[in-house]
């Protein structure tokens, strides 16, 4: 794990908590080690850019990743990832434009985004984007116009959101993975039409 | 059974509760429009003291107007039916 948080005191909770559970015998030492590489060495935003992809491209997954996130992402191998939490994908239209949050803390789809940017955990994000997201939106150098509709997913329950951005025009010629390459975890976070 | 349905028209408890809490502070009292019944979930404030609590949780859609008095975006919630009372 990232070297960073060894000292934390939530660290030491963490420690404990794990060494309750393996003296339970609920889980070894070797099973925990599998779960979180496993969850962050495939981690990232390719995941999601191709749950994207696939929906730009084929109607019918479109319509099956609006109605079932959590089986859409199983249908391309991210089943272990997402289990936990229910999976939403929200749509961006020429109307509507979504962006997501965790107001309470900093919850996030993590196996299909990557792991979530400093400022996806900043106070100033969760606190300004409720609140004054237009604004928000233009320093991250998105100027929706005036009469786009934003909507604000806040996660603050068991559900993890994640934004269907529109597919750029004049790429009707592009494969697949060079579609892939279009998206970026901020589009599917919000902060970035793509 | 959830009590209320898509289109409903729903407050957000003003109460501060004691312990853990995973209704936001800044939609405390105001209303809303439930937008969709999303699943039975414990409720987190229940779950937090160790007793299980399933209910119903709701997506409920808050206008920016009556959040903050002003703008014109929407936010999303997503809210265990204690948190809601009727309007």
Known sequence: MSGGHAEVPVAARVRQLEERLISAGLITDAELDEILTQVYDSASPVNGARMVVRAWTDPAYHDRLLADANAAAAELGFGPGTRGYLLKAVENTPGVHNVIVCTLCSCYPTSLLGPSPSWYKSFAYRSRVVREPREVLAEFGLELPEDTEIRVWDANSETRYLVLPQRPPGTDDKDEEALVSLVTRNGLIGTATC | ?87
């Open chain 2, 1 to 87: 059974m959830a009590r209320f349905t898509p289109g409903a028209r729903v407050r957000a408890r003003a109460a501060d509760p004691d312990g853990h809490t995973r209704l936001p502070r800044y939609a405390r009292g105001h209303v809303g429009e439930v937008v969709e019944v999303l699943a039975t979930w414990s409720l987190p404030d229940a779950t937090v003291r160790g007793v299980t609590q399933p209910e119903p949780v709701y997506t409920v859609r808050f206008s920016a107007a009556e959040l903050w008095g002003s703008g014109s975006h929407a936010v999303l919630l997503d809210m265990w039916e204690s948190y809601l009372e009727e309007v």
